[in-house]
């Protein structure tokens, strides 16, 4: 059974720091480029940022130079250190295997707010 646990959401002030991680097992995660995505209420899900197998990386145009997404094969965690937060970044963060079939993380909570 796969399962992808996501930790490290919470609320943070505007320029503020946060690291996300999403455990994953029962799959072979160095396999797979891994996503992070999020989604805010009332707005549709976005790709925040990627990472290949080997180690490239993507993201989304809001986040450049402001977020890292990054992996550690031998943990089975990929991790995305958010830094100088914004309020728009505010959204439930998910993590995602590019595997077929795919996999969700349940989400976590990133609130942005002074």
């Known amino acids: 059974q796969v399962q992808l646990v996501e930790s490290g959401g919470g609320l943070v002030q505007p320029g503020g720091s946060l690291r996300l991680s999403c455990a994953a097992s029962?799959?072979?995660?160095?396999?797979?480029?891994m996503d992070w995505y999020r989604q805010a209420p009332g707005v549709q899900r976005e790709l925040v940022a990627t990472i290949t197998r080997r180690g490239s990386t993507n993201y989304e145009d809001s986040v450049k130079g402001r977020f890292t997404i990054s992996r550690d094969n031998t943990k089975n965690t990929v991790y995305l250190q958010m830094n100088s937060l914004k309020p728009e970044d505010t959204a439930v963060y998910y993590c995602h295997t590019e595997s077929d079939p795919s996999y969700w993380g349940q989400g976590t909570q990133v609130t942005v707010s002074s």
């Open positions: 029962g799959i072979s995660f160095r396999l797979y480029a």
